[in-house]
C-alpha cells in the first residue's frame, strides 16, 4: 500500500515561515510528478506546487511565487515544500500528492495524481 505522510504544520504569524515535507515508501517515491495542494474551509483543492521526478521542472501558483519553494530529495524520498512571508490567506489543510505514470507534462491538477497523504494543517495568523 503506497503512503504519504506528511509533517510540518503548525500556528506561525503572518510574515512568518513554515517548512513541510512529505515522506514516502520507497515504492511510491519511484513515481513521477510530486505535488504539494491545499484546501482551505469551504473551497475547492488547489495546486500550490509541483516538481518532476528529476527535480528539474517546477510549478507555482501565481498565490505563492516567489514565496514558497518545492523541492525533492529522491534519496530521503521526501518531497519538501519551504513557505515563507505567509499570509492568512495562505491558512489551508494541506496535502502531499504523487503521479504513478508519465503524463507528457507536469501534473497540476488533483485528478492527476494517484496517492494522497493525510493532510497537514497550516494556519497564518494576522
Known amino acids: 500500500q503506497e503512503q504519504l505522510v506528511e509533517s510540518g504544520g503548525g500556528l506561525v504569524p503572518a510574515g512568518g515561515s513554515l517548512r513541510l515535507s512529505c515522506a514516502a515508501s520507497?515504492?511510491?517515491?519511484?513515481?513521477?510528478?510530486m505535488g504539494w495542494f491545499r484546501q482551505a474551509p469551504g473551497k475547492e483543492r488547489d495546486i500550490v506546487a509541483a516538481i518532476t521526478r528529476s527535480g528539474v521542472t517546477t510549478y507555482y501558483a501565481d498565490s505563492v511565487k516567489g514565496r514558497f519553494t518545492i523541492s525533492r530529495d529522491n534519496a530521503k524520498n521526501t518531497v519538501y515544500l519551504q513557505m515563507n512571508s505567509l499570509k492568512p490567506e495562505d491558512t489551508a489543510v494541506y496535502y502531499c500528492a504523487a503521479v504513478a505514470r508519465p503524463l507528457g507534462r507536469i501534473a497540476t491538477m488533483p485528478y492527476d495524481y494517484n496517492y494522497w497523504g493525510q493532510g497537514t494543517q497550516v494556519t497564518v495568523s494576522s
Open positions: 520507497a515504492r511510491t517515491f519511484s513515481i513521477y510528478t
